[in-house]
């Protein structure tokens, strides 16, 4: 878990969005008292709307970051419960593309309406398969600021390339066992060529969900890829409307 920040939180709590197609979309807001303009759709990996992600949306907006949590599994699931003896595994078999587009455009519609205060900038973070689905947000999201993806798998968004257009921040893990560091680099690679503006990072040692925190083993690493999103988000944030100069 990323170091927190001296800054209160307006507000948290569970809510319900509805997709276009009127899938019930389980998500978590969190408010900062002094929004910073930016605003985050926080993807999660297979474990859906787990605590851990309600916990790192309110470190967001300890850092000036509006935050909003969703889960995937609206369509498949017939429990709002996603603790330890959640099967995400079967669940995610189960989704198609045309859903998750629809599940985030719906929070990114919520976010930017103003109900989690002024947005000026909207970006997408996501964790494992929510990693490769941030990424492609590149390419789908109309206006997105920037895409963050933490240990994703390139494979599962490669398709996009060619029509990436926002920003990527790409967090990889080099001894992750989903994605070796040669595909890790390929995709660094692929971005270059295809002119895809980006940061690339690839933690050498760090395991797959290193961020997770688990482990008091990565902490410094951990440490070091918050500060590389917090500065993502700065570098990419446009001033809000009527702030003082």
């Excluded at 998500?27 to 910073?36: L, N, W």
């Excluded at 390419?139 to 599962?156: M, Q, S, V």
């Amino acid at each position: 878990m990323p170091p927190g920040a001296p800054v209160a939180v307006a507000g948290a709590g569970d809510l319900t969005l509805r997709a276009a197609d009127g899938n019930r979309v389980l998500a978590y807001r969190a408010v900062p008292e002094r929004g910073s303009g930016a605003g985050i759709v926080l993807l999660p990996d297979v474990r859906g709307l787990h605590d851990f992600y309600r916990d790192l949306a309110r470190r967001f907006a300890q850092a000036g970051v509006a935050a909003l949590a969703i889960d995937y599994y609206g369509r498949t699931a017939s429990s709002d419960r996603r603790g330890a003896d959640f099967d995400g595994f079967e669940h995610i078999a189960k989704l198609r593309p045309d859903h998750t587009a629809a599940d985030i455009r719906a929070a990114l519609e919520y976010l930017r309406s103003g109900a989690l205060g002024e947005i000026s900038s909207a970006f997408t973070v996501g964790f494992c398969v929510g990693g490769a689905l941030s990424w492609g947000q590149s390419a789908l999201a109309e206006d997105l600021a920037g895409a963050i993806g933490f240990y994703g798998r390139p494979e599962e968004c490669r398709e996009l390339l060619p029509r990436m257009r926002a920003p990527l921040l790409v967090l990889a893990a080099g001894a992750d066992v989903l994605t070796p560091e040669e595909e890790a680099r390929r995709f660094e690679a692929e971005l270059t060529e295809a002119g895809v503006p980006h940061r690339f990072q690839l933690y050498q040692d760090a395991p797959h969900s290193f961020f997770d925190g688990g482990s008091t083993e990565h902490h410094q690493v951990c440490a070091h890829a918050w500060r590389q999103v917090l500065d993502f988000l700065a570098d990419h944030t446009t001033e809000p409307a009527g702030s003082p100069r």
